[in-house]
């Protein structure tokens, strides 16, 4: 089969998958949607009202627990003069062009002559859900894309947009601000300080000061009090405390901030460590993005929506041969047969899929894809033009 099949099949497959999610939103905006939680936090902003509970409050039945930074809440605000149905799917068509596009200029500076079309095909499985629910991670994840590629290109100040966007949407896109911020101290450092004092200074242009203060000391107490640690295995968070769990091991949420914080320190160290080699920067940027990528879907706060995060990382380790060590392809393939396992069974009545959730095939899948992409990063050297020594 020829290139151009492949690359029509993408193409038909997302424009029948953003169709169908679309369509679905419309016709049942209250049915699997996250986005009325979004419009009404909207609405809310603009009333002047409280933005988060965690209690569900009772004027707005079909809502969740908003998690998001009051500047989120603004940009919802044109979303509120819709219906749910109609605005939830310029919603999610909002979100695709973000990732979609990302992806693709991702792919390009990793190989321009890598399969395109597998990288948007193999993308669809993670994605699903949050497509499906209408959640932040597509755009969140396609703000990371653009970061990366701005910062391959030596475009700081673009690439620090990008981040803030991310950060001020969930806040642990941080972890990969940080590994590219060893790449740029300066350059990079500080317009990503400006963006991030831009983002949470600008919703007291539209409200006044006191409400705003009062949204972010609401804030700060909703992400303390959202632990799921002690959840139903099922039902918690989908990462590596989850494993840790399955086998055994229970690490109370506070000591387990230490495991993040290693873990984080020990991505850096190894950035930190490839730009000492002398590796060449755009390969370090590529490698921050895979170290960050690892880190936030194995040790962020995870739900099944959330994989959307490794999807780049996901059709990297299957589809690139360049770098990539022997031992890795099959790693990676057992973590798609995990994530193909969890997708199936979250398919089948709660009575079925809820006891293979909770043996932890999805955070599995997630660990294994890491493992295979961390080898390769790790597997990186200098050439001989790049070494100290040349």
């Known amino acids: 089969m020829t290139g151009k099949y492949w690359a029509r099949t993408a193409v038909c497959v997302w424009v029948i998958f953003l169709a169908v999610v679309c369509i679905k939103t419309i016709a049942k905006p209250l049915s699997a949607n996250i986005y009325p939680t979004f419009a009404s936090a909207g609405s809310d902003f603009a009333a002047g009202q409280k933005l988060y509970d965690a209690d569900h409050p009772v004027d707005h039945p079909y809502t969740d627990n908003f998690r998001y930074s009051p500047i989120v809440a603004a940009g919802f605000w044109p979303f509120s003069l819709m219906s749910w149905g109609v605005g939830g799917a310029i919603w999610r068509l909002l979100c695709a062009a973000v990732f979609l596009s990302g992806l693709w200029a991702f792919a390009r500076r990793i190989g321009p002559s890598l399969a395109l079309p597998g990288f948007f095909l193999l993308a669809v499985p993670l994605c699903f859900y949050s497509f499906h629910n209408g959640q932040v991670n597509p755009i969140v994840i396609g703000w990371l894309l653009w970061a990366t590629v701005w910062a391959y290109d030596g475009k700081w100040n673009a690439a620090a947009v990008a981040l803030a966007a991310a950060i001020l949407m969930k806040v642990y896109p941080i972890s990969l601000a940080g590994l590219f911020v060893l790449l740029a101290p300066v350059r990079l450092a500080v ?120 999807a780049p990382v996901f059709a990297r380790e299957l589809l690139d041969a360049k770098g990539r060590p022997r031992w890795a392809l099959p790693v990676a393939l057992a973590g798609a047969g995990f994530f193909l396992v969890g997708l199936i069974a979250l398919t089948l009545p709660h009575a079925i899929h809820r006891p293979i959730i909770a043996l932890g095939v999805q955070p599995l899948g997630a660990l294994l894809v890491s493992i295979a992409a961390v080898g390769r990063v790790l597997a990186c050297r200098p050439t001989p033009a790049e070494s100290p020594a040349s």
């Open 191 to 310: 317009p990503l300080l400006l963006a991030l004092v831009a983002g949470v200074v600008l919703p007291y242009a539209f409200q006044p000061a006191e409400y705003v203060t009062s949204q972010y000391q609401y804030w700060f107490a909703n992400l303390q009090s959202d632990d799921r640690t002690q959840f139903p295995l099922w039902g918690g968070y989908q990462d590596f405390h989850m494993l840790l769990r399955v086998v055994g091991i229970e690490i109370p949420r506070q000591k387990y901030f230490a495991v993040q914080g290693a873990m984080g320190l020990l991505a850096a160290a190894v950035v930190f460590r490839q730009i000492r080699l002398g590796i060449d920067r755009r390969t370090i940027t590529i490698n921050a993005f895979t170290l960050g990528s690892c880190w936030m879907i194995l040790f962020g706060t995870v739900e099944t929506a959330t994989f959307t995060l490794l």
